[in-house]
């Protein structure tokens, strides 16, 4: 069966801090990838997306990039954090095959302090 | 513009009772609908899909409709238990999906 992993679980970190979420799937290959962002109370906004090894695609103009050195491993990460940085995210993954369903890791809850 | 929005963004129910939850969207275009269920502090869970070629579709004591005549999309779940208390979300499928605000169930005893 397939499982997604995140980490780290939570993360505080100060103003101008750089940071790397890690996300990696098993029981999978060649899946497409996604990073979401979500604050408190909201729903679901689309940071990027990967369909194979170095292709990324950015949703929104932001602080942020993401990686994927490998099939199954996508990367967030930021050079300096912002305030307006601070949420929950979330990694997902998803059949490559045009299947919209979208299986959710666990999320990193970020504080930018 | 196109979204995909909630007409409700809290419901509360008694335990037992049937809930139904209630999404909008705008676009016709779309031909895949989702809803999950997300807990606090945990990744949305897959609850139910269905293809814009249904009206209905039911699983285990969740049933979703879609009417295209009005752009509407519910999810009913019967017999709700205090473990349905969750944020549930719809999204829609038109190459990505994209995810409606979020619509919070409570259950009471």
């Known amino acids: 069966s397939q499982t997604i992993h995140q980490w780290p679980a939570t993360l505080v970190q100060p103003v101008g801090s750089p940071l790397s979420l890690e996300c990696t799937v098993e029981g999978t290959s060649n899946p497409n990838l996604y990073w979401y962002r979500q604050a408190a109370g909201r729903g679901l906004q689309l940071l990027f997306y990967?369909?194979?090894?170095?292709?990324i695609s950015s949703e929104v103009p932001q602080n942020l990039s993401a990686s994927r050195p490998q099939d199954r491993q996508f990367i967030l990460s930021s050079k300096k954090l912002l305030l307006s940085d601070s949420g929950f995210y979330l990694c997902a993954w998803s059949q490559a095959s045009g299947d919209y369903e979208q299986y959710f890791g666990p999320g990193t809850r970020l504080t930018v302090t | 513009g196109e979204s995909v929005g909630l007409h409700l963004p809290t419901l509360s129910v008694q335990e037992g009772d049937n809930s139904i939850i209630n999404c909008a969207y705008s676009?016709?275009?779309?031909?895949?609908f989702i809803w999950y269920k997300q807990e606090s502090g945990k990744g949305p869970q897959f609850i139910i899909d269905i293809r814009s070629n249904m009206d209905k579709r039911q699983g285990q004591r969740v049933t979703v409709l879609l009417n295209k005549t009005v752009k509407h999309l519910s999810l009913q779940i019967a017999a709700t238990q205090p473990g349905d208390s969750a944020v549930y979300f719809c999204a829609e499928g038109r190459g990505k999906l994209i995810f409606g605000a979020g619509t919070r169930l409570a259950v009471h005893p």
């Open positions: 990967s369909v194979g090894i170095g292709q």
């Open positions: 676009n016709s275009a779309s031909d895949y």
